[in-house]
């Protein structure tokens, strides 16, 4: 029997392409290599026994905005989300610490001089968010529907994250902006940096930081319980290794990296195609550690506490010569660490009193160099007595993170680089980015709007199947 479409792999997007072919009244088979859904959204209790950590994603503030899952009846099928006291924190030395909150005015008192400065952009951010949300999580090659929102945002997002934030009157503003422009995995002097500093402070006054209650595997069961009761039918076990391996089919939805498809696509696909594909770039790599503790991290700044994420640094000066030193293929002595603390607003995630911690540094590609000591160094910078917490950790090196998932080729968390204009094009300058041929759609990571855990590539890599073959 032909299958209208089938969808090559059960990670967010996968299963959310799936799931708008299925709510469009198509039959749709998901195939999945590993023997659960979720990819790198997962969760498994990896240290010690009631301890729930996440295997890759943890905090979710683009999924808790995602257009294509506002309207899902996701409560229905198990997910509840978190939203913690304070979204992220940012230590510095001396017991200080930049907190953001939902709430703008609060955020902007705790930034000294610089706090009319941040009030006035966080307000324009809020302000525009629900005219940018559209066009941002979407291909950027297309009309904007909101030409002179989106205008506004692009001419401060250009800008590198260290001019942006230039001249400031204290160090803590800088160094939220920091954090939040790190998760471009760029050096903060490069162009377009900014645009991450940005995005992720609008959500922070909007969606906030969210996280599945139970961890980030609750959201994807969640999507899988929902596909499976509209009709779509996911595969386990089932890695496509060669075009024979897929079940007759209309359109074929593949959410693996560009690499991946032309591979597997071969002669299916034009050369120059396939080619193209094949030279995709793939980014730094990340070095996670798990903890067990025995208690609350014993922050020197005790507002830490409450903040579900902790971007770990210090200054804006010290996580740009991090990044930089990254990407210069060397590891630094003090990484810009991401640190969440999920257990502080959801006590399924460790035994009572004791506390699941998720943290990662980023690394050259592929580096095999062990960074837990210093990761652990830098928490225990700003936590004095954090290392005496730990009862147990757990290992992730960039080759774990690949052999867990072939998505995540060099420990690289976001589908690939977006050095030069990758941020704004994936996986090539296209109109229609997520139609690789006639038949052949992409939706992974490596698609617009990128990494993170929102569905959106996805959704739109369905839409694109819905408006060709499968119309
Ligand atoms: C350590 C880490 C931390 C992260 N932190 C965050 C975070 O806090 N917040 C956030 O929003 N995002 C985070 N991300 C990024 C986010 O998880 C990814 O961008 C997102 O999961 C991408 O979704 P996807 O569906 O495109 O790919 P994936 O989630 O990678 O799923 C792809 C699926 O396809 C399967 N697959 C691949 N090839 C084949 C094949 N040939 N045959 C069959 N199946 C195949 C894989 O097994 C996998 O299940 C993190 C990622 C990692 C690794």
Redesign the pocket.
């Known amino acids: 029997m032909t299958t209208d479409a089938v969808v090559?792999?059960?990670?967010?997007?996968?299963?959310t392409a799936a799931i708008t072919l299925a709510r469009a009244g198509r039959s749709v088979v998901v195939?999945?290599?590993?023997d659960e859904?979720?990819?790198?959204?997962r969760s498994a209790e990896s240290t010690l026994p009631g301890f729930i950590h996440?295997?890759?994603?943890?905090?979710?503030?683009?999924?808790y905005a995602s257009p294509a899952w506002a309207d899902l009846p996701l409560a229905d099928h198990g997910l509840t989300w978190i939203a913690p006291a304070a979204e992220f924190g940012q230590p510095l030395d001396g017991g200080r610490a930049a907190l953001a909150y939902r709430d703008v005015d609060r955020t902007a008192a705790g930034l000294g001089k610089d706090a009319d400065r941040y009030r006035e952009l966080a307000a324009g951010l809020v302000r525009d968010w629900d005219r940018l949300r559209a066009s941002i999580l979407g291909p950027l090659i297309r009309l904007p529907r909101h030409p002179i929102t989106l205008a506004r945002f692009g001419l401060k997002g250009v800008q590198p994250a260290t001019r942006f934030v230039a001249p400031a009157a204290g160090e803590l503003y800088p160094a939220l902006f920091a954090g939040c422009a790190a998760h471009a995995v760029l050096p903060l002097e490069r162009l377009l940096t900014s645009s991450f500093g940005l995005l992720f402070l609008a959500l922070t006054h909007t969606a906030g930081w969210r996280y599945p209650r139970s961890g980030a595997a609750s959201l994807s069961r969640a999507l899988a319980s929902y596909l499976e009761s509209i009709g779509g039918e996911i595969r386990l076990a089932?890695?496509?290794?060669d075009w024979a391996d897929l079940p007759e089919h209309r359109a074929a939805v593949f959410?693996?990296g560009p690499p991946?498809l032309a591979t597997?696509a071969g002669d299916r696909l034009p050369g120059k195609t396939r080619r193209r594909l094949l030279r995709w770039p793939y980014g730094p790599g990340?070095f996670?550690v798990d903890f067990a503790l025995d208690g609350p991290i014993p922050w020197a700044a005790p507002t830490l506490a409450e903040a579900g994420t902790v971007h770990i640094g210090g200054t804006i000066e010290e996580v740009a010569e991090a990044e930089r030193q990254v990407a210069d293929g060397s590891h630094p002595d003090r990484p810009f660490v991401?640190l969440?603390q999920p257990s502080i607003a959801d006590p399924t995630r460790a035994p009572s009193g004791q506390h699941a911690v998720w943290a990662?540094c980023h690394v050259p590609p592929g580096s095999d160099l062990d960074m837990t000591d210093r990761i652990e160094g830098q928490i225990e910078r700003f936590a004095p007595g954090f290392r005496d917490r730990i009862l147990a950790r757990t290992i992730?090196p960039p080759g774990g993170?690949e052999a867990m998932?072939?998505?995540?080729v060099g420990g690289d968390?976001?589908?690939g680089s977006h050095a030069g204009t990758r941020l704004l094009f994936r996986p090539t300058i296209s109109a229609r980015p997520h139609r690789v041929t006639g038949r052949i759609f992409l939706?992974?990571?490596s698609t617009p709007p990128g990494?993170?855990?929102?569905?959106m590539?996805?959704y739109w890599a369905a839409r694109a199947a819905l408006a060709g073959p499968l119309r």
Do not use: W
Request: hydrophobic share 40%; with cysteine; proline share 7%.
């Open positions: 090559i792999g059960a990670g967010p997007n996968g299963l195939l999945e290599q590993a859904v979720g990819g790198a959204c996440d295997l890759g994603a943890a905090v979710m503030p683009l999924g089932q890695p496509v290794r959410t693996t991946a597997i990340a996670k991401l969440a990662y992730t993170l998932n072939p998505n995540l968390v976001g589908g939706g992974s990571a990494g993170g855990v929102h569905g590539g996805g």
